[in-house]
């Protein structure tokens, strides 16, 4: 097989891929040696939290606990931001690493341009939930009418219990 490389229509120049592929992988080997087998460099990383620690955070702080971190040569600070609603804006402009946040804030934060990307879940599903008690009679959303409903300041919470409220008949 080979290479082609042309420019309007000019001379053609044809490179084996016989001759490329040995050369490259000649010189991996030797970018390989040249970097040994030493111990890895420690790599230093902060993690934001989205909330104070709480059962979610678990897998985070047995790792750092039983030395998994340490193990993979990572030097973790997890920390719980002043404002964890900013989560995703400190991770964007690089002040922090990593964060954890919840989907849909992801989703308008790159609506928005905050340059984020999600690389795994913490929970399988959101953690949003209407809790009433049971004497209370709530049974649906539409029983909310005239109620007082107390919600963290995240920015999707609001629109998500509107659109619950509007999908049972309330608008």
């Not at 993690?47 to 059962?55: M, Q, R």
């Not at 990572?74 to 400190?90: A, I, M, W």
Request: aromatic share 6%; with cysteine; proline share 7%.
């Amino acid at each position: 097989m080979n290479v082609h490389v042309s420019e309007n229509g000019g001379l053609s120049m044809k490179i084996s891929i016989g001759i490329i592929l040995p050369a490259l992988v000649g010189l991996l080997m030797l970018a390989s040696v040249a970097c040994g087998a030493g111990e890895p460099d420690r790599v230093s990383v902060t993690l934001a939290l989205d909330w104070y620690p709480n059962s979610n955070h678990l897998g985070l702080y047995i790792a750092e606990e039983k030395g998994y971190f340490a193990d993979e040569n990572l030097d973790v600070n997890l920390y719980t931001p002043v404002d964890p609603s900013t989560v995703l804006q400190t991770v964007g402009a690089g002040s922090d690493d990593f964060g954890i946040s919840y989907q849909p804030d992801v989703l308008l934060a790159r609506a928005q341009g905050v340059p984020v990307v999600s690389i795994a879940g913490m929970v399988q599903h959101p953690l949003n939930s209407v809790v009433a008690l049971k004497s209370s009679g709530i049974t649906r959303p539409s029983d909310l009418k005239g109620k007082k409903v107390g919600y963290p300041g995240i920015p999707t919470n609001e629109p998500l219990l509107d659109t619950m409220l509007k999908f049972d008949g309330l608008a």
